[in-house]
Antibody
Framework: QVQLQESGPGLVKPSETLSLTCSVSGGSIRNYDWSWIRQPPGKGLEWIGNVHYSGSTNYNPSLKSRVTISVDTSKNQFSLALNSVTAADTAVYYC???????????????????WGTGTTVTVSS | DVQMTQSPSSLSASVGDRVTITCRASQNIGSILNWYQHKPGKGPKLLIYAASSLQSGAPSRFSGSGYGTEFILTIDNLQPEDLATYYCQQCYSFPRTFGQGTKVEIK
């Protein structure tokens, strides 16, 4: 059974870089896309971006200029770097696996089927 | 971006009730729509994918329907453990977007 675990500093200073890692256990990181999602206090879920095990990425345009998501297949991990952080980046950060089901007429059904428990990151001096 | 709008934002129902949550997309997304259950302190849990397919391990009292721009999550026979916030999400296009959430409380 695949499990995901986020790790990284819980406190980051304004203007610095937030760096998190998601460790994948119980299965291979290969053949999937891997996502980062966050939830600011009192708000809903926001998709940050994803990375394919080959290294190709997709980012939310609202964060694209500050985000880098990368994958390390040798360590079965993927990572998030968010630079120039402000208090607005304070949130619980989740990693998740994106699965795909192939349907009729070349329709691809994507969904996030495995999630980590989340890690809280506070941006404060 | 595809905007996802859920209603209601919160509801209170009794054990055994049928509960329905609506999710509307700002454009046609076919059936590429997922539902998640989120409890405090935990990661969200996938309930429904492809609008109506029940995820393995999810209770059968959860069901999904809809196509295009309007979707419904139904909880039959509401149970105390269903206390949570429920989110819809479209994976039709990038960026993936979520509804704002519906908080379900038990009377």
């Amino acid at each position: 059974q695949v499990q995901l675990q986020e790790s990284g500093p819980g406190l980051v200073k304004p203007s610095e870089t937030l760096s998190l890692t998601c460790s994948v256990s119980g299965g291979s990181i290969r053949n999937y896309d891997w996502s980062w999602i966050r939830q600011p206090p009192g708000k809903g879920l926001e998709w940050i971006g994803n990375v394919h095990y080959s290294g190709s990425t997709n980012y939310n345009p609202s964060l694209k200029s500050r985000v880098t998501i990368s994958v390390d297949t040798s360590k079965n991990q993927f990572s998030l770097a968010l630079n120039s952080v402000t208090a607005a980046d304070t949130a619980v950060y989740y990693c998740a696996r994106q699965e795909v089901m192939y349907g009729d007429y070349e329709t691809y059904y994507y969904y996030l089927d495995v999630w980590g428990t989340g890690t809280t990151v506070t941006v404060s001096s | 971006d595809v905007q996802m709008t859920q209603s209601p934002s919160s509801l209170s129902a009794s054990v055994g009730d049928r509960v329905t949550i609506t999710c509307r997309a700002s454009q046609n997304i076919g059936s590429i729509l997922n539902w998640y259950q989120h409890k405090p302190g935990k990661g969200p849990k996938l309930l429904i994918y492809a609008a109506s397919s029940l995820q393995s391990g999810a209770p059968s009292r959860f069901s999904g329907s809809g196509y295009g721009t309007e979707f419904i999550l139904t909880i039959d026979n509401l149970q105390p453990e269903d206390l949570a916030t429920y989110y819809c999400q479209q994976c039709y296009s990038f960026p993936r977007t979520f509804g704002q959430g519906t908080k379900v409380e038990i009377k």
